[in-house]
């Protein structure tokens, strides 16, 4: 089964073992990265696709009639037209939990981070603050303990739950919110505003769907604690972007850490990527890139492949046609 792998580049720097894939694959071509005009030449006459990113629309799956397996190297489909593949008689795989630990210890490290203050104090010693100190330490009156804080947890799944888990073991309650707007609070879960108003930090969890796109808006963000943290490693249209710089540069939220923005890979003049505004701190959508985390999708596709190759449903089957 010849299989291409249309913008392997975003997976794989050199740093994994690809083996297991290559022989799944049969016969495999790895490009770096692939534009909409290439997919076509690409993929013609090709029998299995993996991709990232790279947008499958229908018109592209309709020009593909010997197509029949996408392995989508991420959890999330989106840009892969789904209907199409279905109409079209073409199995969609994705990767799931490959990321847990990376992204639960992301989420932490921005917590820390903010909390015990170690960029900043960095900063100050790299400063010559430190060498001018009259004491043998620098304090810095804005460090706090985690232990005891509230974390607030939107969107419940494997990762929400791992990131709990965390989370206690350094002392901090959990509140678990409920869907914005819920009629009735299930047990164990709290109120969604009423978490927005207790917390010390709100981390976002939940999948970009039309009901949580904007979730955190401008409502949501005067609801939270001044001195709130928010995190968000999820995606980026959770959050009302230009809301958030506002709320950040005029103090009405302490802090903003995200690995995620709306547009990606975001524009120079971003607002959250504006220079005044120390308190939001930004990685690349790096958040499940440990080694390891990549190296759990090859096996992942590997075993998509593999289960294609033999007839077999694949397992993690986001459309399988009969």
């Given at each position: 089964?010849?299989?291409?792998?249309?913008?392997?580049?975003?997976?794989?720097?050199?740093?994994?073992?690809?083996?297991?894939l290559?022989?799944?694959?049969?016969r495999?071509?790895c490009?770096?990265?692939?534009h909409?005009?290439?997919?076509?030449?690409?993929?013609?006459?090709?029998?299995?696709?993996?991709?990232?990113?790279?947008?499958?629309?229908?018109?592209?799956?309709?020009?593909?009639?010997?197509?029949?397996?996408?392995?989508v190297?991420?959890?999330?489909?989106?840009?892969?037209?789904?209907?199409?593949?279905?109409?079209?008689?073409?199995?969609?795989?994705?990767?799931?939990?490959?990321?847990?630990?990376?992204?639960?210890?992301?989420?932490?490290?921005?917590?820390?981070?903010?909390?015990?203050?170690?960029?900043?104090?960095?900063?100050?010693?790299?400063?010559?603050?430190?060498?001018?100190?009259?004491?043998?330490?620098?304090i810095?009156?804005?460090?706090?303990?985690?232990?005891?804080?509230?974390?607030?947890?939107?969107?419940?799944?494997?990762?929400?739950?791992?990131?709990?888990?965390?989370?206690?073991?350094?002392?901090?309650?959990?509140?678990?919110?409920?869907?914005?707007g819920?009629?009735?609070?299930?047990?164990?879960?709290?109120?969604f505003?009423?978490?927005?108003?207790?917390?010390?930090?709100?981390?976002?969890?939940?999948?970009?769907?039309?009901?949580?796109r904007?979730?955190?808006?401008?409502?949501?963000?005067?609801?939270?604690?001044?001195?709130?943290?928010?995190?968000?490693?999820?995606?980026?249209?959770?959050?009302?972007?230009?809301?958030?710089?506002?709320?950040?540069?005029?103090?009405?939220?302490?802090?903003?850490?995200?690995?995620?923005?709306?547009?990606?890979?975001?524009?120079?003049?971003?607002?959250?990527?504006a220079?005044?505004?120390?308190?939001?701190?930004?990685?690349?959508?790096?958040?499940?890139?440990?080694?390891?985390?990549r190296?759990?999708?090859?096996?992942?596709?590997?075993?998509?492949?593999?289960?294609?190759?033999?007839?077999?449903?694949?397992?993690?089957?986001?459309?399988?046609?009969?």
């Open positions: 089964m010849e299989t291409v792998f249309l913008d392997g580049g975003s997976l794989d720097r050199g740093d994994l073992d690809l083996q297991p290559r022989e799944a694959a049969g495999l071509i490009y770096p990265r692939t909409p005009e290439a997919i076509l030449a690409r993929l013609e006459g090709v029998e299995a696709a993996i991709v990232n990113k790279v947008p499958l629309d229908a018109d592209t799956l309709a020009a593909l009639p010997q197509l029949r397996l996408i392995a190297a991420a959890t999330g489909t989106n840009n892969v037209d789904l209907e199409a593949a279905r109409a079209h008689g073409i199995t969609v795989t994705h990767c799931r939990d490959y990321g847990t630990a990376a992204v639960a210890q992301h989420v932490l490290a921005f917590m820390l981070d903010h909390f015990t203050r170690i960029s900043a104090a960095t900063s100050r010693v790299r400063a010559g603050e430190w060498s001018r100190s009259p004491h043998f330490c620098l810095d009156p804005a460090t706090r303990e985690l232990a005891g804080k509230r974390l607030g947890i939107v969107g419940y799944g494997t990762l929400g739950q791992r990131v709990a888990q965390l989370a206690e073991a350094l002392g901090m309650e959990i509140r678990i919110a409920e869907h914005r819920a009629r009735a609070i299930r047990t164990g879960r709290w109120a505003e009423q978490v927005l108003q207790e917390v010390d930090v709100l981390s976002l969890h939940c999948p970009l769907t039309p009901q949580t904007g979730l955190i808006d401008r409502e949501a963000l005067r609801a939270m604690r001044s001195d709130a943290l928010l995190i968000n490693t999820a995606r980026g249209g959770l959050v009302d972007e230009p809301a958030l710089a506002e709320a950040l540069r005029g103090g009405a939220l302490a802090g903003a850490a995200l690995d995620v923005l709306a547009q990606e890979p975001p524009p120079p003049d971003h607002p959250l990527l220079e005044d505004l120390p308190n939001c701190t930004v990685t690349p959508h790096s958040a499940w890139t440990a080694v390891e985390a190296q759990r999708i090859v096996h992942q596709l590997s075993e998509a492949l593999a289960a294609a190759a033999a007839g077999r449903k694949p397992s993690n089957c986001v459309v399988a046609p009969v």
